[in-house]
């Protein structure tokens, strides 16, 4: 599948696959300068990318497992939603769950980005669902107690 891709900026980098068969696609943080994240605080960071993503898919923006791990940074929303209508930029807002601040430079990695079909569905109002063993059991209703 063809991504179109465009530069917002000279600085700005492609999206890249760390491996052969990774599911997402490294984004870098395109900045002047260093941008400090305080603890618990969130920074909208560019990538200067916008793109044009096939009808039918979204990219899903995910945090880095080292980035999260290593500096507790992570997309606040969780998962950033690109939809494929969408012609901005491509930002990520990267939160610090941590205690102490860190610093994103420029060309850093700063989220992934997967590409996946989705499914538009047609919601309509109904009386009664059907009926399953689980019912109406959640938050964990499943789990070995």
């Known amino acids: 599948m063809n991504v ?47 793109m044009e993503l096939p009808v039918g898919y ?16 992570a997309p ?20 610090n769950h941590g205690g102490v601040a860190q610093t994103i430079s420029c060309g850093e990695r700063i989220a992934q980005i997967v590409v996946a079909p989705y499914v538009t569905a047609q919601f309509e109002e109904a009386e009664e669902l059907s009926s399953t063993i689980r019912g109406e059991g959640g938050f964990g209703s499943t789990g070995t107690k």
Request: proline share 5%; glycine share 10%; net charge positive.
């Open 58 to 73: 979204a990219g899903f923006i995910y945090a880095r497992s080292g980035l999260a791990s290593k500096k507790g940074l």
């Open 4 to 50: 179109k891709i465009k530069k917002l900026s000279p600085d700005a980098k492609l999206p890249v696959y760390g491996s052969q068969y990774a599911a997402g696609a490294d984004l870098f943080a395109c900045i002047e300068g260093d941008v400090a994240i305080a603890p618990h605080e969130t920074v909208m960071i560019p990538t200067g990318l916008a």
């Open 76 to 95: 606040a929303n969780k998962v950033g939603v690109v939809d494929c209508d969408y012609r901005g930029e491509v930002k990520v807002a990267l939160h």
